[in-house]
């Protein structure tokens, strides 16, 4: 699971762990370190505020740079690749409806820190919510927008769904094994029957058969940013890269509710199996991130839960 957001904070699990990839392999940067990256290796930007942000990522440490940046440093070995992927493509991705971060330049390792690391362009806003949309209709529209203009990106030597990405777009029966062992962690919150019954039926429904398309991969709602009361911007691109679109579909579980999920659906314009798939991918999100982080991040179990709660009312 990677829950990439900026506004979480990679904190100690106390219920049983799940087969994810855990936090013994982090570095630690700390904030004169990456003062002193900046000041030795990007002249332009030396002299300018380094300091953490009050909530970071599970894979990446955060920095503000001044106003107008901020600093992205991998905290393990598997975010490096993502990190790179993010580089190299996210500059392909013109045109889009909502804002995108650029990336305005890479770091190299140095001062004890082992990888490479971006600089990227600081873009304003607050975690969208029900609370911080003024139309929660109207989001849902715009998401589905970018998600259609998204897929339509040209790109076709670019990465397709697997491991590299954590299978975000890959078949869903590769995420089987950890999806049923974290639906079994949740008996006491939800029907455990339920929970596998639109498992198996995700799982039955027909695998993609159209070509790989670009997809972010992690729209849960820290990735999404409200400015104004409006959707502004789509942050965290590090899981994106080409394959089955359903994954794309989760938000209308972790965001909306049940009348912003139908316009969203169907603004998406995907067919049927695929509208399933991404029942399948909103419940493995859900679960996944409520059993691993249920006693350790308040805000992200009440979240989860909602989602849960909610693909199970679609049943």
């Known amino acids: 699971m990677s829950w990439n957001s900026v506004c979480l904070w990679e904190t100690p699990v106390k219920a049983k762990a799940l087969k994810l990839p855990m936090t013994h392999d982090q570095v630690t940067l700390s904030t004169a370190q990456a003062t002193r990256l900046v000041d030795r290796q990007f002249p332009e930007f030396a002299g300018q505020q380094v300091r953490p942000l009050a909530s970071s990522g599970a894979d990446n440490w955060m920095f503000r740079l001044g106003f107008q940046h901020v600093l992205r440093f991998p905290r393990r070995p598997s975010a490096v690749g993502l990190l790179r992927r993010e580089a190299e493509w996210l500059a392909h991705m013109t045109d889009l409806p909502l804002q995108i971060p650029d990336y305005v330049a890479l770091g190299d390792p140095g001062e004890g820190y082992p990888w490479p690391w971006g600089v990227m362009t600081w873009i304003p806003g607050r975690r969208a919510d029900l609370a911080s949309l003024r139309s929660p209709t109207q989001a849902a529209k715009d998401l589905a927008a970018f998600t259609r203009a998204l897929r339509a990106?040209?790109?076709?030597?670019?990465?397709?769904?697997?491991?590299?990405?954590?299978?975000?777009?890959?078949?869903?029966?590769?995420?089987?094994?950890?999806?049923?062992?974290?639906?079994?962690?949740?008996?006491?919150?939800?029907?455990?029957?339920?929970?596998?019954?639109?498992?198996?039926?995700?799982?039955?429904?027909?695998?993609?058969?159209?070509p790989p398309m670009w997809l972010h991969g992690d729209l849960n709602t820290g990735n999404l940013l409200a400015r104004d009361g409006d959707l502004a911007a789509v942050i965290d691109f590090g899981l994106f890269a080409r394959g089955d679109p359903a994954v794309d579909l989760m938000p209308g579980w972790l965001l909306f509710e049940r009348t912003q999920r139908e316009v969203f659906l169907r603004e998406c314009g995907l067919d049927d199996d695929t509208l399933m798939r991404g029942m399948g991918w909103a419940l493995y999100a859900g679960v996944v991130a409520l059993a691993r982080y249920r006693h350790s991040d308040r805000p992200l179990a009440r979240m989860t839960h909602r989602a849960i709660a909610e693909v199970l009312g679609d049943m």
Not at 170 to 197: H, K
Request: net charge negative; proline share 7%.
């Open 153 to 210: 990106m040209p790109g076709q030597a670019g990465p397709i769904a697997g491991s590299a990405n954590r299978n975000r777009g890959a078949p869903l029966d590769r995420l089987n094994e950890v999806a049923t062992e974290a639906i079994g962690q949740l008996g006491d919150l939800f029907d455990t029957r339920e929970m596998l019954m639109v498992w198996d039926a995700a799982l039955g429904t027909p695998s993609w058969t159209g």
